[in-house]
């Protein structure tokens, strides 16, 4: 005869709290929240909003692990938590925090402006040398040139991997994963023409090079981009082109 599990009506959730009005250290609030088995974090967080402290902070919108911003430490883990069920971390109680990394503005919410600057740096967007004119089309794609990309393209900016980096924590400088991941996406692009640009960026000591291979921010990732994977990659084309430089020397024409 099979045991029954039992199923707790209530669960505990430790919450990370920072409000600078009124104190001037991090605490954590707890609160008892029921507990359904279709519920995921960010469902409990909601009650707590809705039902027990309407001041309570943090980041969400779509709910369906597109958007990213609902990242946060689950017990110490980087997670989405609009993807994370509350059973999977029974019996409680469950510690809620802000991503590592990034300075708190208030409760869960975190300032990603270094990553965003940090995207900019790395230009993770389309660059041409020329444009053609729009009469002359689209710019065509084989089903495998899409393919050389289409992995690193699937990133949604959730930052679990700058949270999970240990580099990032310790070297703010550090460009950091995603960034580094976003920027071989448009690199592997055949419609694009910057990888030269981006990697006067990236071969900088801030940038692939500072990378130590942990490869945890692989491991978090929810979309499987493999950032890990992106930053050797990248290395290994840095030391090709290194080793091409000096066999082959730009002329100064």
């Given at each position: 005869?099979?045991?029954?599990?039992?199923?707790?009506?209530t669960?505990?959730?430790?919450?990370?709290r920072?409000?600078?009005?009124?104190?001037s250290?991090?605490?954590?609030?707890?609160?008892?929240v029921?507990?359904?088995?279709e519920?995921?974090?960010?469902?409990?967080?909601?009650?707590?909003?809705?039902?027990?402290d309407?001041?309570l902070s943090?980041?969400?919108?779509?709910?369906?692990?597109?958007?990213?911003s609902c990242?946060?430490?689950?017990?110490?883990?980087?997670?989405l938590?609009?993807?994370?069920?509350?059973?999977s971390?029974?019996?409680?109680?469950?510690?809620i925090?802000?991503l590592e990394?990034?300075?708190v503005?208030r409760?869960l919410?975190?300032?990603i402006?270094?990553f965003?600057?940090?995207?900019?740096?790395?230009?993770?967007?389309?660059?041409?040398d020329?444009?053609k004119?729009?009469?002359?089309?689209?710019y065509?794609?084989?089903?495998s040139?899409?393919?050389?990309?289409?992995q690193y393209?699937?990133?949604i900016n959730?930052?679990?991997?700058?949270?999970?980096?240990?580099?990032?924590?310790?070297?703010?400088?550090?460009?950091?994963p995603?960034?580094?991941a976003?920027?071989?996406?448009?690199?592997?692009d055949?419609r694009?023409?910057?990888?030269e640009?981006?990697m006067?960026?990236?071969?900088?000591?801030?940038?692939?090079?500072?990378?130590?291979?942990?490869?945890e921010?692989?491991?978090?990732?929810?979309?499987?981009?493999?950032?890990?994977?992106?930053?050797?990659r990248?290395?290994?084309?840095?030391?090709m082109?290194?080793?091409?430089?000096?066999?082959?020397?730009?002329?100064?024409s």
């Open positions: 005869m099979s045991e029954t599990l039992t199923v707790p009506e669960v505990i959730l430790e919450v990370f920072y409000r600078p009005e009124v104190e250290e991090p605490t954590f609030d707890s609160f008892e029921p507990f359904h088995p519920w995921m974090i960010l469902d409990a967080l909601n009650y707590i909003k809705d039902d027990l309407g001041s943090y980041r969400w919108a779509c709910r369906m692990g597109v958007c990213g990242g946060m430490l689950a017990n110490g883990q980087p997670v938590t609009c993807a994370t069920y509350l059973e971390l029974l019996p409680g109680p469950i510690r925090e802000p990394g990034f300075p503005i409760d919410v975190g300032d402006g270094d965003m600057n940090k995207l900019s740096d790395v230009k993770a967007w389309l660059i041409r020329e444009e004119p729009v009469e002359d089309g689209e065509l794609q084989t089903p040139q899409l393919d050389d990309y289409k393209s699937m990133c959730c930052m679990l991997c700058y949270s999970a980096c240990p580099v990032y924590r310790l070297e703010p400088e550090f460009i950091g995603a960034a580094i976003l920027a071989q996406r448009y690199n592997l055949s694009d023409e910057g990888a640009e981006r006067d960026v990236l071969s900088q000591h801030d940038g692939i090079w500072g990378c130590t291979l942990v490869g921010c692989t491991e978090v990732c929810p979309k499987g981009v493999d950032p890990a994977g992106a930053i050797q990248y290395k290994v084309s840095a030391t082109d290194y080793f091409k430089s000096l066999l082959m020397p730009r002329s100064s």
